[in-house]
């Protein structure tokens, strides 16, 4: 991309987080930066045009691509933020509950990539980013149904990359690991509850939130995206953070049953 004139970014999920710090680093190189939250936020004073909007909402997309298109002209970058989590056993979530879960994570990316890539297309020109997770590469036990969302991402990024190159376009994912946000307090909470899983899920709970608290700041996430969205030739996956990057090469390169006995050692499952 050109980073002396780097364009226009949109940003999901910007209200807080890693999508906050994100909408913040790319004012540097200088990107007209666009954010966006399900719910109406203050006017902000530092340069980020906040804009509503429900990534589940078909017309509430397309208003949002609208808009920017209207006041900017363009779309450059997309960056694909917004998500929510859920904790718990796979046999303790209704159909409904996973289903909303992949409207948010899955399909709310399907949505607005779709929105964007007419402009993008038109334009020759585009980079679209899709924050993912180091669960998009390994299992996650009492996080299946959160950990297949970003497994989904996965394929469907790396599908979709070999179909845009010809119009100038990329897709990239960027995979943290644990990051400091407020994403722990936000997670879902499994709808049909069984007394079997108790003590495993509230170990998870606990374990989850330790790690959350030790975890990457989202600046380190941030700078990640930035690094990935300036790049001329840009590669798939940007592991963000330490721990992102160790469990990356460990997927990679250990033998699959000496990962299996390790990763069931550090949730504390029975080997």
């Known amino acids: 991309m050109n980073t002396t004139n780097p364009g226009v970014a949109l940003v999901t999920g910007a209200s807080s987080g890693i999508g906050l710090a994100t909408a913040k680093a790319l004012q540097i190189p200088g990107f007209q930066v666009f954010g966006t939250s399900r719910r109406a936020v203050a006017e902000r004073s530092d340069g980020i045009t906040m804009l509503t909007c429900d990534v589940t909402d078909d017309e509430s997309v397309a208003k949002l691509v609208e808009r920017v298109l209207a006041e900017a002209g363009r779309i450059d970058l997309l960056i694909n933020n917004a998500g929510m989590g859920l904790l718990g056993a796979a046999e303790e979530s209704s159909t409904a509950q996973a289903q909303a879960l992949f409207d948010v994570n899955v399909f709310g990316v399907l ?44 394929g469907y990024s790396e599908s979709l990359d070999h179909e845009l190159r010809t119009f100038g376009i990329r897709v990239v994912l960027v995979e943290p690991a ?21 003590a495993a899920r509230a170990s998870m709970n606990v374990a989850n939130k330790k790690a959350i608290e030790t975890g990457d700041a989202p600046d380190i996430v941030a700078r990640k995206i930035v690094e990935a969205a300036a790049a001329v030739v840009p590669k798939r996956r940007y592991a963000a953070g330490k721990m992102a990057g160790r469990i990356s090469l460990l997927r990679r390169f250990v033998p699959e049953s000496a990962f299996d006995r390790s990763l069931r050692k550090q949730f504390r499952l029975p080997i």
């Open 178 to 198: 644990f990051t400091r946000t407020a994403f722990e307090e936000n997670l879902a909470r499994p709808d049909q509850l069984l007394d079997v899983y108790d």
């Open 111 to 154: 949505r607005m990539t779709k929105a964007v890539l007419p402009a993008m297309r038109q334009q020759r020109k585009g980079r679209i980013i899709n924050v993912s997770s180091v669960l998009g590469l390994i299992p996650a036990p009492y996080s299946a149904l959160y950990a297949s969302t970003k497994h989904a991402i996965e």
